[in-house]
């Protein structure tokens, strides 16, 4: 059985989807892009690229690389329908926070 929805309704998603969903935009991943930008800088600017630790920073990105597209874009993409807005999600939850991090991380070498 199909069930046909009126378009102007709102969403058939449950409640806790909404705000897992804001949760993780608003809170969580920033909190995740800043940490692994204050991560990844100290990794560079440290001088000490041993094997475990170049993995790990690989790993990180790699993560947040999937953690911005599947949690942020996709679901931005899914409520808006328009890429512009997602991508302005990814650049506003995820991009900024990280690239804080990084010129925290900097600033605190400077010291």
Request: net charge positive; proline share 5%; aromatic share 14%.
């Amino acid at each position: 059985m199909t069930l046909l929805l009126d378009p102007q309704q709102r969403s058939t998603r449950p409640v806790w989807h909404v705000y897992f969903s804001h949760t993780l935009r608003y809170v969580l991943a920033p909190l995740l892009f800043l940490y692994a930008g204050l991560s990844t800088a100290d990794f560079i600017v440290s001088g000490h690229y041993t094997w475990p630790r170049t993995s790990r920073v690989f790993v990180l990105t790699l993560t947040l690389l999937i953690l911005a597209y599947e949690f942020i874009y996709k679901d931005r993409t899914i409520q808006s329908n328009t890429p512009d807005r997602a991508f302005n999600a990814v650049v506003y939850s995820c991009m900024i926070p990280y690239a804080l991090g990084v010129l925290l991380t900097l600033g605190l070498a400077k010291l």
